[in-house]
């Protein structure tokens, strides 16, 4: 049976048994596709559209123009369901750096900076990983717990043979 779940800008994250699209596809189970033009299914065909951390990266008018080709494959009563990085706590995070570097604290410019990343980099990238992984590239292992705290497992793709902190 063809599969109606489909999964855009899948990156490494993806299920065999959905439609998996990607503009770089990192497996043979991901078909090439580039986001910003019309999907590839009829009308009203499917039940799931799926995407996380995609729609940050593109302008607001690509970014529109996607979510309302989102919507226009769907079956009506399907389920589009859009994972974006939190802003609120990205804020927070920055708040609380620049507090910090106000007061001296010693680590205080390292979390600022990465909070400026997490801020500013995802949205106006034009490579792959942007600033994010050339950052955590050159982390000091004393470094690894913020990171990880913001990044999780994600941290260990970026940088492969980082240590576990
Ligand atoms: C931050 S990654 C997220 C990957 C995955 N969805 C996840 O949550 O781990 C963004 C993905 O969007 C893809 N992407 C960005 N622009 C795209 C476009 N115009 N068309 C298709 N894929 C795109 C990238 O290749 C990358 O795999």
């Known amino acids: 049976m063809t599969s109606r779940y489909l999964n855009l800008g ?3 994250r993806f299920h065999p048994e959905w439609v998996n699209l990607d ?3 990192a497996s043979p189970g991901v078909q ?3 986001l910003r033009k019309d999907l590839p299914f009829p009308d009203a065909s499917l039940d799931v559209v799926y995407h996380s951390h995609v729609l940050e990266h593109f302008s607001q008018p690509d970014g529109l123009r996607f979510l309302g080709r989102c919507r226009k494959v769907l079956r009506p009563g399907g389920l589009l ?3 974006v990085p939190d802003l609120e706590r990205i804020v927070e995070l ?4 620049l507090s910090d570097a106000l007061n001296g604290q010693p680590d ?5 900076d990465w909070a400026m990343i997490e801020m500013y980099d995802q949205t106006v990238r034009e490579f792959s990983g942007g600033e994010m992984v050339r950052f955590v590239r050159e982390l000091s292992p004393s470094q690894h717990s913020l990171i990880r ?3 999780g497992g994600e941290l260990d793709r ?8």
């Open 32 to 34: 090439h596709w580039d």
């Open 23 to 25: 503009l770089r596809p």
């Open 94 to 97: 920055y708040r609380q750096a």
């Open 149 to 151: 705290s913001r990044l």
């Open 10 to 12: 899948c990156g490494e």
């Open 108 to 112: 205080a410019h390292f979390a600022y």
């Open 81 to 83: 369901r859009v994972v």
């Open 158 to 165: 970026m940088v492969p043979s980082n240590p576990q902190s």
